[in-house]
């Protein structure tokens, strides 16, 4: 198994530009989630999805779309982008079972917004 | 909302000696505390955890302790060597059925140097 897969692993844009940040797994996991990590404040959960066809917002939404078609993916699109936005992103996945609550992360997408 | 503090925020402790990490949480109904451990360029891992029900568990070096009526839990790593230098996080789940453990409020993280 590969795991949770995010691409790219750094990414440089300008203000305003638009983007997205891709996440897979090949766990079957049912929930899946994108957080942020700032220096000083941990992660913040942005979106969360716990199926295909359903997601909900996080702490840290604004600014930030997010789908779910399939159970692999998870992309995170930034509509215009903001130097606030720059950060590491990391996405997560999960068996939405009761006991079976560990949460996969990916190596994480280094995000600049100049 | 739930909200989670975490002490200290850097540790440094000699290899042998032993590394406390402390968290506090706001929401009484939090029932899932895990500790997650980030290595330089990776993402977080999941080392251990604990649910409300219990109030300790240890895995070889590594123990978690959970105090629900003062609602804060702490990690005790013993014995500690060079490849415990991490960032570690704990974290408290959101909500209150059992099935929303996967939503979680992390802590700030603590940075542990272990000195050989």
């Known amino acids: 198994n590969a795991g949770v897969t995010q691409t790219p692993k750094f990414q440089v844009l300008k203000t305003g530009q638009s983007m997205t940040l891709q996440c897979a797994q090949d766990m079957n996991h049912e929930y899946m989630s994108w957080y942020r990590q700032d220096p000083g404040m941990g992660l913040r959960l942005i979106h969360y999805s716990v199926g295909a066809g359903i997601t909900d917002q996080g702490e840290v939404p604004n600014g930030y779309n997010v789908s779910r078609s399939t159970t692999e993916d998870f992309p995170l699109r930034l509509l215009s982008a903001a130097p606030s936005q720059t950060s590491v992103y990391f996405c997560?996945?999960?068996?939405?079972?009761?006991?079976?609550?560990?949460?996969?992360f990916g190596p994480g997408t280094r995000l600049t917004v100049t | 909302g739930e909200n989670v503090e975490q002490h200290p925020s850097t540790l440094s402790v000699q290899e042998g000696d032993s590394a406390v990490i402390k968290c506090t949480y706001s929401?009484?109904?939090?029932?899932?505390f895990p500790w997650y451990k980030q290595e330089l360029g990776k993402g977080p891992q999941l080392i251990i955890d604990i649910r409300s029900n219990v109030g300790e568990k240890k895995d070889q070096r590594i123990a978690v302790t959970l105090n629900k009526t003062a609602k804060h839990f702490s990690l005790h790593i013993t014995e500690t060597q060079p490849e415990d230098s991490a960032v570690y996080f704990c974290?408290?789940?959101?909500?209150?059925?059992?099935?929303?453990?996967?939503?979680?409020?992390f802590g700030a993280g603590t940075i542990l140097r272990v000195k050989s």
């Open positions: 929401d009484s109904a939090s029932n899932y």
């Open positions: 997560a996945s999960s068996y939405r079972a009761v006991g079976s609550y560990e949460q996969y």
């Open positions: 974290a408290a789940s959101i909500g209150v059925k059992m099935e929303y453990g996967n939503k979680l409020v």
